[in-house]
């Protein structure tokens, strides 16, 4: 029994550790966001700053937001919140995601690796 006591105090104490860690990350993430909203004008440098908040820390990379044509898409707080800091709308994101496809079809065409219809 007091094996198992303590195997069960070791996974608690672990899970805390890691709860901790991912709540001070998510915090640290929001912290960026509220920088860049504060400011009226943003530079280049902050708006690579606040990126480090997406996943991959790039927008071309982020899911599809609920808008998506596609009908495919998620939630996601740090892709929203990055939009909105930047004065931009969800629609302005999906435009951008389209934009974004379109140069990757160009771009697969003059590479020859997909032939033109």
């Not at 912290?31 to 530079?43: A, D, N, P, V």
């Amino acid at each position: 029994m007091d094996k198992i006591i303590e195997m069960l105090k070791q996974q608690y104490n672990e899970k805390i550790l890691q709860t901790e860690k991912e709540m001070k990350s998510l915090l640290k993430k929001f912290e960026i966001l509220k920088m860049l909203q504060g400011k009226k004008f943003k530079t280049k440098k902050d708006v690579e700053k606040t990126m480090s908040v997406l996943c991959f820390s790039a927008p071309q990379y982020c899911c599809a937001s609920k808008l998506s044509e596609r009908g495919v898409g998620k939630d996601c707080p740090f892709r929203d919140s990055f939009w909105k800091v930047l004065g931009l709308t969800l629609k302005d994101y999906e435009n951008y995601k389209k934009q974004c496809e379109e140069l990757f079809w160009k771009f697969l065409k003059r590479k020859g690796a997909i032939k033109n219809e």
